[in-house]
Structure formats: C-alpha cells, structure tokens
C-alpha cells in the first residue's frame, strides 16, 4: 500500500527513532534530557550538555557510529541514548536479538575509550553508560521493563561502576499503567511517555502525569510544536517511506527465494504435499511455477 500524508500521525510519535532524537536535541530540551538522565541513572543530576552525536575517529578503517543523543552531566558522567523503535534487519528472539545487545556494548565502548587519556588515570575517566529504549521485546524471560548491566565477577561482585548498560522495554508496561501515578517513579513515568506519548488512547493517563511531572509537560508541548513543524513532518514522512520501501523489497526478496526452492523441489518430482508444507505456498501457487516454463 503506498504511503500518503493520511497515514503520518497529527502527533508524531515519541518512541521513533527521528523525532525522538529531535526532541531530545532540542535546545530547549535541557531540562527534559537533565530529568531523564536523572530518572535511569539513579542519581542527582543539575545539569546536563548535549555533546556532538558523531565522536572523532583516529583511524580510516575506524567504524563510525553516531548517536542519538550524547550528553555529559555535572559530575562528568557520560551518557549515550538510543532509540530502536524496531528489531535491527536480521536481529530477532530467534537469534537473541544479539546485533542490538552487540551495538550497545559497541556505543558504550566507544564512548568511554573516546576520553582524551593520556594525562589522566585510568581510575579517574569519566564513568559512561549507554541507555537503549526498544520498542519491542528484547527479553521475554525476563519480567521487568529495565534491565541493567555492569561488570561483575563470578560472584556477582561489581568490578567497578564506571561504566552501564541500560535496556528499556517499553513493550512491557501494561501493568504500570495500572499503578497510581504519585507512586511512580521517573524512569516508569518517562518509559510511559515515550511508549504512549502520542496515543488517543492513553491521553487521560499522559494528561495526569503532566499534573505531577512539571518535565513530562515541557516535553509533550515540545512534541507538540515539532509534530506541527511542516520540516520535520517531512523528515518523518521520508524516513516512513524508506522503511516500507525496505519492507517491501525484503519481502519480495523473500518470497523470490521461496519459488525457487519450490521450483528447485518440483524440478526433482518431490510430492506436492511435501513443497506446500516445506515453502508455505499454495497448491496453486506451485501448480503455476510447473506451467511457467
């Protein structure tokens, strides 16, 4: 189905990668980005610099990444924060959603390594922590929305708190909605925002946590104004059609390999029964790659 401007959202939605990197960039998102990085950090925060997206490479060969958001805070912490709407192409449970966990570690790495070290301790870098939101389950056996990671030995002893990973599911929040909002926490109010800050749905909801969380308004009314922006709907609108055109050539791709095996199948006279339950396709489907040629 093509795409047209009907199917873009009057309000664009929070958790997709584009416009939750413009909300958060913004420049008068500073104190919506300090409250957020407070809320999953777990510690005070009074100010928070956004920092440029793409670090400095010393080598060609180098991978380049860049980020969502990169910001520093008070303390010197170091903090990445990314959006995946979607499953990365070829990551899925099937595979432990392993390239996604891999891109985290990788962005945490990178970020930490990147402190000019020369004249500095080893002991005295900057601690830095990478935060993922997933729009999608990237831990089924796992109950909780967040799931943290450090540097453990093989008791469960902390090596050293100077770097973190964080996931946020926010597939898994259909009990919190439920909780009383005054006794919510930041984290469970902000995954709340970007899972359903743009849904009719859940407009009562998100209209009460704007009547506790002074920072959760701030950031619906600047949602507000760059879902009207004629710019970023367009952004929005393009970055829409690319991944369907993706979509669509994937699955084309895809039920192109499908023929050719049934075709390859029928070619050594295995059972019509046998095809259909290998591939998927129909009877007829098949019948008609036998009367192609």
Request: proline fraction near 4%; glycine fraction near 4%.
């Amino acid at each position: 189905m093509p795409y047209d401007d009907s199917m873009i959202p009057e309000l664009l939605p929070p958790s997709e990668d584009g416009v939750f990197k413009t909300l958060l960039t913004h420049p008068e998102a500073k104190p919506i980005l300090r409250d957020i990085v407070e809320s999953y950090l777990r510690f005070p925060v009074v100010k928070v610099e956004v920092r440029n997206v793409e670090l400095p490479i010393s080598d060609i060969n180098e991978k380049r990444e860049r980020f969502d958001v990169n910001c520093t805070v008070n303390d010197g912490s170091q903090f990445d924060v990314e959006m995946q709407s979607e499953a990365m192409s070829g990551d899925s449970l099937k595979t432990s959603h392993r390239i996604v966990k891999a891109r985290a570690i990788y962005h945490l790495c990178d970020l930490h390594s990147s402190q000019e070290g020369r004249s500095i301790r080893y002991d005295k870098l900057l601690r830095s922590f990478q935060m993922t939101f997933c729009g999608y389950t990237l831990f089924p056996e796992r109950e909780s929305f967040i799931s943290r990671s450090s540097f453990k030995d093989e008791n469960g002893m902390e090596l050293s708190d100077a770097v973190g990973i964080i996931f946020v599911e926010l597939t898994k929040l259909s009990n919190l909605i439920k909780k009383p909002i005054k006794t919510m926490t930041g984290e469970e109010i902000w995954s709340l925002f970007f899972a359903y800050g743009s849904d009719q749905k859940h407009r009562e909801l998100l209209n009460e946590i704007m009547k506790v969380r002074r920072e959760v308004k701030m950031a619906a009314e600047l949602l507000q104004s760059i879902s009207k922006d004629e710019i970023e709907r367009a952004r929005f609108r393009s970055r829409r059609m690319f991944r369907m055109d993706m979509e669509h050539n994937l699955i084309a791709a895809r039920d192109d390999g499908i023929m050719a095996v049934a075709k390859k199948l029928l070619q050594r006279n295995r059972p019509m029964d046998e095809i259909i339950e290998d591939t998927g396709l129909t009877r007829e489907e098949i019948e008609s790659l036998s009367t192609a040629d």
